[in-house]
């Protein structure tokens, strides 16, 4: 599985530990002074680029290099033009409190399993999540969805991202999110760049488990889907409950990482001659 999103000869950027699925799907506690950072992982995609298919074809839209963000600013801003809002999952989602976290902060995964929050590193412009809750009723308890942007400064970054959640995955089969929140059993896999029929992404990674609230005393699946435009990831956390059918917890997170990787594509592509 690691040796599918190398590239082979790409070197890490420096700043530690990237996010992956875990950490963004609940808000930590920040990392106390002296804290233990996991090893960077050993591979990474840090592909140049789209490539042809088969047939000669782009796979995916040409990038305008000139669009992608260079500063944190542009970044914060292109944060605001991909994110959803609760609409995207129908009438039932509401926001969670808190919201939003802050795009100054990075999640990550200590050598205890244990998620927490540090400054971003060298190779991060900006990132954020978003929460948003289906309160429980009709038949099912609540249901959690979390929504999360990154921007990189360059693809290399972008892909080294979900070679190191890949890595996280094996590490970590079991995480802490918070002092009652865990995941369990987790296992993950990722397709490169047309693998797998995934033409609208240049690299997919998905990642499931269970999750397990402790203060509610709920357990449910738990799926994160995550894809890539250019030096953005974008992915969709839920975490089920029961009631809730695994048919429909499926169809939001895949309707929210499609409208926010059309809408990267759209703010970051070449307009057509």
Do not use: C, I, N, Y
């Given at each position: 599985m690691l040796t599918g999103c190398s590239s082979g000869g790409t070197d890490a950027p420096a700043g530690g530990s990237g996010a992956s699925a875990a950490a963004r799907t609940a808000e930590p506690s920040q990392v106390p002074s002296g804290a233990a950072r996991p090893a960077p992982a050993g591979t990474g995609s840090g592909s140049p680029g789209p490539g042809p298919s088969a047939s000669?074809?782009?796979?995916?839209?040409?990038?305008?290099?000139?669009?992608?963000?260079?500063?944190a600013a542009e970044a914060r801003d292109l944060l605001g033009r991909v994110?959803?809002?609760?609409?995207?999952?129908?009438?039932?989602?509401?926001?969670a409190t808190p919201f939003e976290s802050d795009p100054r902060r990075w999640p990550v995964l200590d050598r205890n399993c244990v998620w927490q929050t540090d400054a971003l590193p060298a190779d991060v412009l900006a990132t954020t999540t978003r929460h948003f809750r289906i309160p429980a009723g009709d038949g099912h308890g609540t249901v959690r969805l979390d929504v999360t942007v990154t921007v990189h400064h360059d693809r290399a970054g972008s892909g080294w991202e979900t070679a190191r959640a890949m890595e996280e995955v094996l590490r970590c089969p079991d995480q802490q999110l918070t002092a009652d929140e865990r995941l369990r059993k987790i296992w993950g896999n990722s397709d490169y760049f047309g693998q797998q029929g995934n033409v609208w992404t240049e690299d997919a990674f998905a990642e499931s488990g269970e999750y397990v609230n402790e203060q509610d005393g709920t357990t449910g699946p738990y799926t994160w889907s995550q894809s890539q435009v250019g030096p953005v990831t974008l992915a969709v956390a839920g975490k089920g409950a029961a009631g809730f059918p695994d048919k429909e917890l499926t169809s939001l997170i895949v309707k929210g990482t499609s409208e926010m990787t059309f809408k990267a594509r759209k703010a970051l592509a070449k307009?057509?001659?």
């Open positions: 000669g074809s782009q796979l995916v839209t040409e990038l305008d290099e000139a669009k992608q963000p260079r500063t994110m959803l809002d609760e609409g995207v999952f129908g009438p039932q989602a509401r926001r307009e057509a001659p």
